[in-house]
Every structure is written in C-alpha cells, then in structure tokens.
C-alpha cells in the first residue's frame, strides 16, 4: 500500500499494526492555492528524502483550514508517483494520542526495505503531558537517533507546539525560568523546515474556489462564483482553504455535480 495507519499494541501485547489505507484522501497538489512557496519547499525537501539525499523532519504551523495536512497528503502523491518505479515512499499516519508508541514504530521502521515519511496531523501537548519527550529524543536525540528510512512531518496549530499557559507555568515555577522555557521550546527546534501558514486575503480564497470550479466542471458564472463563494465565507466567518472546498461541496451539490 501507498500509506498505513499506526495502531500501537495496548500494554505489551505486542509492538503495534500498520493497517495499509486502500485509498488516501488527496487532493490533486495542483488544486492548493494560496501555498506555493510553502508547497514548493516542502516538496523539494520530500523529494531529497525519496532519492536517499539529507532531508529535514518538517513542522507545518499556523492557520486552521489553510492546507497544511492537505499539502502533505498531496505532496506524497506527487513524489511517490515520480518514484514508484524505485518503490515509492510509505506514508504512515501515527496518531496525536500515540505519540508515545513512536519509538516502538521506529524501531520496527528502521530496518524497513521502504523509506517511510511519518505523519501526524494536529500535533501539539497541553500542561501536564510528557509524551513530547519521547518526541524529542527519537526526532534527533536519542542515541540511535532517527533512522535513516524514516522522516517525520506534523501540522500543529501553533508554532512551537506547546500551550502558551503550558510555558509560561515552566517560567513562573522553576528555580532557572530560561532554562525551563528552553527545554520546552527545543522540541520544535527538533524540525529543521518550519512552514507557517497563515490566513489567506479575498483574491486568494477566490483563486482556490475558481481553482476547484474548473478541475471539477462546475459551470457558474465567474461573478456569481465570486459572489456566492464571499456569502460562504461571511456565513463562516472566515477564509481559508477549508472554508473554500466546503462551498465547493455545496456548489456541487446544487449542480448535480459528483467530485471526490
């Protein structure tokens, strides 16, 4: 299979099972607008990674809505359709709740025949969580280190993936508040691409809706597109990517039109 969702082993029953994922849910890479300079960093650095080159683990932060699990999922379809002559790149989704099993899938990867790109979408901890530790040290800490088959993306919402409150009680509580904050603040300095995302202007929330229109065949006409497309967003309160593909959604509906 092209992908796999990790499922660790409860207690020591066992290491855990990768369940392969017939169909990913991808969007043509193509279709994301508004995130070419984010898209074209990441997938050169995906591209390095599937040649055997150095490549960086990458964290995609910011806005919510605005492509960041989308522009993974994409990329790895891209670069696995460039390379599935040599095998192609696994991509093994592990869930934020799991995070603790990652050095029991690390280990079972790092003999792997396959080079496996790790995803984990909406990661980040809250006050009094620990499993950002054992993140740390199998990123680039341990003295294993990350094996050399296996890289590692995650989207969060925020940029250093810790609750300000959580940091901030680091600060007020110990005896040297710097060092305190540095401990916490390092786990995202693990991620040497940093990619932030963030809320997109009215030409671009039109792009994207213009951009689905056509690669789906939805006939409307550009005005009342634009229209009814900024009636969406103001129903939302916002613009972004998601907010764009859910109007298509309804556009479609209302079209007899089938995507997806």
């Known amino acids: 299979a092209d992908a796999f969702v990790w499922h660790p082993a409860p207690g020591s029953l066992g290491p855990g099972t990768l369940a392969p994922v017939p169909k ?32 960086n683990n990458a964290l995609l932060w910011g806005a919510r809505g605005m492509g960041k699990s989308s522009l993974v999922k994409a990329i790895h379809a891209a670069v696995n359709d460039e390379t599935r002559a040599t095998g192609g790149v696994a991509l093994i989704e592990i869930h ?33 969580e620990s499993d950002y530790k054992s993140l ?27 609750a300000r409150d959580m940091i901030e009680n680091e600060r007020s509580s110990a005896l ?25 202007d009215q030409q671009t929330y039109f792009a994207m809706v213009e951009g689905y229109a056509g690669a789906y065949g939805i006939a409307v006409d550009p005005e009342t597109l634009r229209r009814e497309a900024a009636e969406w967003a103001v129903t939302r309160g916002s613009r972004s990517g998601r907010v764009a593909w859910q109007f298509i959604q309804d556009l ?3 079209h007899g039109v089938r995507i997806g």
Not at 25 to 37: F, I
Not at 102 to 108: E, K, S, V
Not at 177 to 199: I, M, N, Q, T, Y
């Open 96 to 128: 934020r709740e799991d995070i603790r099993s990652l050095p029991t899938l690390m280990a079972l990867l790092r003999e792997a025949p396959r080079r496996c790109l790790l995803f984990c979408d909406d990661l980040s901890f809250d006050a009094g």
């Open 136 to 162: 740390k040290a199998v990123l680039e800490g341990g003295v294993e280190g990350r094996p050399a088959n296996v890289l590692f993306y995650a989207t969060s919402n925020r940029r250093h993936l810790l």
């Open 252 to 254: 479609a509906g209302r």
């Open 24 to 55: 990913v849910n991808a969007v043509p890479l193509a279709l994301l607008q508004g995130v070419e300079r984010q898209r074209d960093q990441l997938l050169e650095n995906t591209r390095r990674f599937a040649r055997g080159l150095p490549a």
């Open 176 to 200: 040297n508040p710097g060092e305190a904050v540095e401990e916490k603040v390092s786990l995202s300095d693990r991620f040497g691409l940093w990619l932030g995302f963030h809320h997109c």
